[in-house]
């Protein structure tokens, strides 16, 4: 089986790994690996702390790689000697003011009535866990097994664990999908090269609908969500685990690495493939920070930079067989790209190798913006 991926984000990358581990010949084409979202994300693992009204199946899936998310990086870090930041000690949502507070309060009793508690937690409570949290803070929850990796490791240790595994990497832009007999045969490369295939999976997050020969339909719209994100660095212990913040009701989060980094997210902006970063994105998120945690204001600036989700048209996952034979979609993942990257690359391994969709992927084909045309 040859198969063609088209996109080496951390989706691309794991599902290049498993499906050479599994004997398929592949190719991946990417002009460079693990940029565009990967290397913005903050790499949050939250099925539970970024559960939004309405997404039941969505925290399934969260749930379900969440699971896998231990062993997958046991695997991965035993095979490429490489280390990915990856914990699982917990996420602490907490809110600054008593609308905040109502707000948290109603996703809690949403959780337990899906069976997956967080721990209410007052204000006191939440500044035990988090010392640095300011006195205001009105109280919070815990989730427990939630958690984070840093994606910017991840993906270079995704990308080695393919190549051990055979994967060829092609480091061009594809330009086209190759059809013949209407069906997808390969795609051709922006020097004019053409690579056939058995299977051609697109998992180009906003870019994936972008290439010549796609067949009208064959992909739905995938927007770009724009993320504007900081990185700071601390000197001294600042923050024990990821914090997430509700501030007069615009959400930021913290994300805390063993070596001093802490990553501070994001915003939310539907302005197409805009990647500016702006003044008052910046603004918005430091401001918010610092009436959670004032002692932020001493940190060392590192970076900034924005990315762009790839949002389906209900911000689920668009993962199966599309309508054109030979062409499989990888997209749409939205918030939750490196969260799902474990559940979604043995998803679209199945479907690549053996033409069949796991159960726990039955939601998220393609096949639904179908039935809805
Ligand atoms: N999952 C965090 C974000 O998309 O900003």
Known sequence: ???????A??????????A?????AVTLVDPAPG????????????????????????????????????AFVAELEELTGLDTAYRADGIVQVAFDSGDLGYLDDLRRFQESLGVPAAPLTGRECREL????????????LAPEDGSIDPRRLAPALLAAAEKRGTRLVRRRAEGVLVERDAAVGVRLDD???LRADRVLLAAGPWSGDLDGLPPGAVPAVRPVKGQVIRLRTRVPFLRRCVRGLVQGSSIYLVPRADGEIVLGATQEELGFDTQ??????????????????????????????????GSPDNAPVMGPSPLPGLVLGTGHFRNGILLTPVSADILTDVLLDGTV???GLPFTPARFEEQR
């Open 1 to 7: 089986m040859e198969i063609v991926i088209v996109g």
């Open 9 to 18: 984000g951390v989706v691309g990358l794991a599902t290049a790994w498993r």
């Open 20 to 24: 050479a581990a599994r004997g398929a």
């Open 35 to 70: 940029s565009a979202a990967t290397a913005v994300a903050a790499g949050m693992l939250n099925p539970v702390s970024e559960l939004t009204y309405g997404e039941e199946p969505l925290l399934r899936l969260g749930l379900a790689s969440r699971e896998r998310y231990g």
């Open 130 to 141: 988090e010392p640095m949290l300011a006195p205001g803070v009105r109280g919070g929850l």
């Open 192 to 194: 004019g090269t053409e």
């Open 277 to 310: 970063v702006t003044a008052g994105g910046l603004w918005e998120l430091l401001r918010d920070a610092r009436e959670l945690l004032p002692g932020i204001t001493e940190l060392d600036f590192v970076e900034v930079s924005a990315g762009l989700r790839p």
């Open 358 to 360: 796991p159960d726990v």
